[in-house]
């Protein structure tokens, strides 16, 4: 009834974003931000960044959060640093990586996602005892994170610390006993806990 109403296109996207209908989403998101008096507006662009991310166009949505970063205003975007950051690890981009995380880390250090960011970097640089300490940074500023938990259990069955790693997932399957990758992470533990005798390993190397 109004085809050229921007107010109800607008409606429309975040109408089909919350029922997960990214694919048109994008499209209607592309078209707004092609109008002049709509190619600045930095809500637009976050949400088409959020619709790249779902439709596996990561290389698309850097560059939109790179975009939003870049300018003044970008400087204290939390969220596109946040967004930078997580695709910079999905593309394995370790230097945009490590910037997005060092930026949140000082833009909110009462929030997760900067330590997180930092753990998912160490890790991708095969630290992972510092991944380890920045994920734990991570789950003091969010204690009920079950994936940071989760995280964390995975870091240590990784150092072959399988009792400490036992001990996180299953606090992770706890808070949230229908996510089955925690209930697999936790299946995974206790097999390699059974295949080297039942004995918990608490050091690399080491064994109680």
Known sequence: LAPSDDVVLEDLIRAQLATSRFREAEVNLAGLLSEEEHASRRD????????LMELDRPVEARQTYFSLTK???GQADIE???GLGNVSYVLSDARSLRR???????????????YS???????????????LE???DAISAAPSDASLIAFEG???MEMGKLGEARQSLASAAQLEPG????????GDVDELIANNGGVFATEQGTTD
Request: with cysteine.
């Open 44 to 51: 637009l662009q976050h949400m088409r960044a959020q619709c």
């Open 71 to 73: 300018d003044q205003a």
């Open 80 to 82: 596109a640093w946040i």
């Open 100 to 114: 997005s995380a060092s930026r949140v880390v000082a833009l909110a250090p009462e929030r997760h996602e900067g």
């Open 117 to 131: 960011l930092t753990a998912l970097w160490f890790r991708n640089q095969n630290d992972n005892q510092s991944a």
């Open 134 to 136: 920045s994920a734990r």
């Open 154 to 156: 995975m870091l240590l």
């Open 179 to 186: 996510n089955q990758t925690f209930r697999q992470l936790l």
